[in-house]
């Protein structure tokens, strides 16, 4: 089955900085790749996702790049802002896969004023 | 409501006793999930139901664990003979798309039901 590896497991950034997660997964055939925000205590939300036609999305201050034959995937979030505190996740996902979604293990991201 | 509901949204159990966990899906979403996420992890994939059927059950832990979803909508995750391992939220999420679809489909989770086991 597919395992996802994200690290850092925490990072601290000054407000203002870009912050870089980064995502390893191991079956080459996954083909969707999610990032999840979840803030303390709240539901894990989609913030941008990615299929694997494409090598990179932006949405506003978030970006992610995938790298499909080194099957690595990171978010970039620049100039970051207190409200970005949170534990973000990825995830890959194998098509017609029932499970859906493999998650990593979460990166907690700390802005500091 | 306009997203996945789940309730308790806490639940308190002692060791050996039987637990249900309730999700109602955002209305029309054919495919629901329940995954587990311990503290500090990503959520594990428990079961996945598309319509009434369970179309894959290979993440529930034992058998102490079991899930229905009679009508296509809510679901009922139950835990039978509760251990303190089990302790951890349960989150529901749903979808427009599930198995088999080429184009996977965002889920969207609730809140979550945090169970601890003493």
């Known amino acids: 089955g597919e395992n996802v590896e994200q690290h850092p497991s925490t990072l601290s950034v000054q407000e203002g900085d870009s912050a870089v997660i980064k995502c390893t997964y191991s079956?080459?055939?996954?083909?969707?790749f999610p990032w999840y925000k979840q803030e303390l205590g709240k539901r894990p939300q989609l913030i941008i996702d990615i299929r694997s036609n494409v090598g990179e999305k932006k949405d506003q201050r978030i970006a992610v790049t995938l790298n499909k034959t080194a099957k690595h995937f990171s978010l970039h979030i620049t100039e970051t802002q207190p409200e970005d505190s949170a534990v973000y996740f990825c995830a890959a996902s194998i098509p017609g896969s029932a499970r859906q979604l493999t998650f990593g293990s979460g990166t907690q991201l700390t802005v500091l004023p | 409501g306009a997203g996945v509901s789940q309730t308790p949204s806490n639940k308190v159990t002692e060791k050996g006793k039987y637990v249900e966990l309730r999700c109602d899906p955002i209305?029309?979403?054919?495919?629901l999930y329940w995954y587990r996420q311990s503290l500090g992890q990503g959520p594990e994939f428990l079961i996945y139901?598309?319509?009434?059927?369970?179309?894959?059950d290979s993440g529930l832990p034992n058998d102490r664990f079991f899930a229905v979803r009679p009508e296509g909508s809510v679901s009922t995750l139950k835990i039978q003979r509760t251990e303190r391992g089990d302790s951890a939220v349960y989150l529901c999420?749903?979808?427009?798309?599930?198995?088999?679809?080429?184009?996977?489909?965002?889920?969207?989770f609730g809140e979550g039901s945090r169970l601890t086991v003493l």
């Open positions: 209305s029309g979403h054919t495919a």
């Open positions: 999420a749903s979808s427009t798309r599930g198995q088999g679809s080429t184009n996977t489909g965002e889920l969207f």
């Open positions: 139901f598309q319509g009434t059927g369970a179309a894959d």
């Open positions: 079956d080459s055939a996954s083909n969707y």
